[in-house]
């Protein structure tokens, strides 16, 4: 259990996402107006109280789930550890994979996966910055962001 428990410590959690919608672009929907109608195809109808009807579609759960696993990945960034250091690394590898996906491969032009990449940028960005406000807490430094007073 402690070791599994570690394991995801250190991976990405947004290796996951990233891990599903290459699932989808290169078995379930391989033809671009097949990706388009499932990413895009509203699953449910959510009836609202305004009367509007909220068509809520694979992309918009994805995102959604997207976005909590990047919430995780924060908090996550409060630590000062080794392992810490490593999960950044790997973020940083899984940023550079999903530009390159975004830029070459056939079926990750889009928006969803534009965003999916934007948010392992802003992993990157912030899980540094986080860590080093941190460990300058942590080591007795200066109590603000680098550069504050």
Known sequence: MGRSL?????????????IVYNFVVFTVAPRGDELDNWLHGAIFTISMFSGDKWGVSFSDIFMGLSLLLLFVEVVKATR???MSIVNHGLSMLLSVLCIIQFLTVQGFSNSVFFMLTLMTILDVVAGFTVTIVAAKRDFGGSPGIVGTH
Do not use: R
Request: no cysteine; proline share 12%; hydrophobic share 60%.
């Open 6 to 18: 570690s394991a995801l410590n250190i991976i990405p959690l947004l290796v996951f996402p990233l």
């Open 80 to 82: 000062t550890d080794a």
